[in-house]
């Protein structure tokens, strides 16, 4: 990330990419605990000897996801200036 920060126009510092690599992964994260329920209820049918061709996400935990790391990067991009 740092390398590819360095090749840009802007030439980023590294704190400045450290900055936004953080909070992006930060982003995600949080965006990514809105699969747990899902996750652990298809974790507990496959214990039991259940086994679907395909599970299904509800669509809602792929924009929490996005939103969630998109808004992250926003806000470190701000803190960032």
């Known amino acids: 990330m740092i390398v590819v920060g360095?090749?840009?126009r802007q030439h980023?510092?590294?704190e400045q990419m450290l900055v936004l690599y953080s909070f992006g992964w930060t982003g995600i994260a949080?965006?990514?605990l809105s699969y747990r329920k899902p996750y652990l209820k298809y974790r507990d049918e496959r214990r039991r000897g259940i086994k679907r061709e395909k599970y299904e996400f509800p669509k809602w935990?792929?924009?929490v996801t996005v939103t969630s790391a998109i808004g992250?990067?926003?806000l470190g991009f701000?803190?960032?200036k």
């Open 72 to 74: 992250a990067a926003i």
């Open 61 to 63: 935990c792929a924009m």
């Open 78 to 80: 701000i803190l960032m």
């Open 6 to 8: 360095g090749l840009q």
């Open 30 to 32: 949080i965006g990514l």
């Open 12 to 14: 980023w510092s590294a």
